[in-house]
């Protein structure tokens, strides 16, 4: 509230000892128009901007980063806006799929912020890493499919960002790299984990070992990515993936995720009985009826998450 106070009194609208009384509707109307646009102003001051998109798509939700002057280096500021941002999604109802983008041009996200990092000592630097870690855990958890726009550099931090997401398009001038072994240290927020279970243990070692760049024709070709378009054209194909995902069963999408996430930590015996119990949450729903009325009635289902 620090901040909004500082932009009233800026603005003239807040004196440094006392706030004017409003003395008429008109006065306490414009003093309300001042107070929201003050929130939106320290809203769009962090470095995690979350938009919902508006019909015909609702239910997508885009996380966008913008941090211009560190390349979207994640610091602390950027770390406590990715949690909020992820909290907020997950305690959204009618959210139904996650893009995970960049405004920043040619770049998707440079990594750690090293400069902070060198300010900091080892239980710091532990600490921040382990909250870093778990905030990429709780993307990759997220019960709604998520999908990272990379256009540009996706180094360190950045690529682990990408990796925590189901899905990943590129721009083909997008660069990928793991090099945090040539900093004497190793991928500290998943990237060993993610990295060998999306692409085969060899490849993962090879790349987390020598921390090499690799291109978006290689990040398709070893499966880095799902896609790799013309540069500049990455949002509108990760968009239209979001579009056909939002058209499906919201429940239904959020149990095969489920199924294929703890499915892919278990035995084979372990994982049919994942499935098993996933189908079951989806069999008695309103929406698995208006998915088979709308087949025999030749229609689009109109599908409510429920």
């Given amino acids: 509230m620090l901040g909004l106070r500082r932009i009233l009194a800026v603005s003239g609208h807040l004196s440094s000892r006392h706030a004017p009384v409003a003395t008429s509707a008109s006065a306490a109307s414009s003093h309300s128009a001042v107070f929201v646009r003050a929130l939106q102003i320290l809203a769009q001051q962090g470095p995690v901007r979350l938009q919902k998109l508006s019909a015909p798509d609702s239910?997508?939700?885009e996380l966008r980063l913008e941090r211009?002057?560190?390349?979207n280096a994640i610091g602390k500021e950027m770390l406590h806006g990715l949690r909020n941002a992820i909290e907020e999604v997950e305690a959204n109802a009618a959210a139904n799929v996650v893009l995970v983008s960049s405004s920043v041009p040619k770049v998707f996200c440079a990594g750690a912020d090293l400069k902070e990092r060198r300010l900091m000592g080892p239980n710091e630097v532990r600490d921040f890493v382990n909250s870093l870690r778990s905030t990429f855990s709780s993307i990759e958890a997220l019960s709604i499919p998520t999908i990272a726009i990379v256009e540009g550099a996706a180094f360190g931090g950045g690529l682990e960002l990408a990796l925590s997401c189901d899905?990943?398009?590129c721009g083909k001038d997008a660069k990928f790299?793991?090099?945090e072994t040539g900093l004497a240290i190793i991928p500290g927020a998943g990237g060993t984990q993610r990295l060998p279970r999306i692409i085969g243990r060899s490849r993962a070692k090879e790349l987390i070992f020598t921390g090499r760049r690799f291109d978006a024709v290689e990040a398709v070709t070893m499966?880095?990515?799902n896609y790799c378009v013309p540069a500049g054209e990455a949002y509108q194909k990760?968009?239209?993936i979001a579009r056909e995902i939002n058209q499906?069963?919201?429940l239904a999408i959020k149990m095969a995720k489920k199924a294929i996430n703890q499915g892919a930590e278990v035995d084979m015996t372990s994982a049919l009985a994942v499935e098993e119990e996933c189908y079951e949450q989806v069999l008695h729903t309103q929406d698995r009826l208006e998915g088979l009325a709308a087949f025999a009635e030749k229609r689009k289902p109109v599908y409510t998450g429920k």
């Fill in 59 to 61: 239910g997508i939700v």
């Fill in 68 to 71: 211009p002057e560190a390349k």
């Fill in 167 to 169: 899905l990943r398009v």
């Fill in 177 to 179: 790299s793991l090099p």
């Fill in 223 to 225: 499966g880095v990515v």
């Fill in 238 to 240: 990760a968009l239209e």
């Fill in 248 to 250: 499906k069963g919201p």
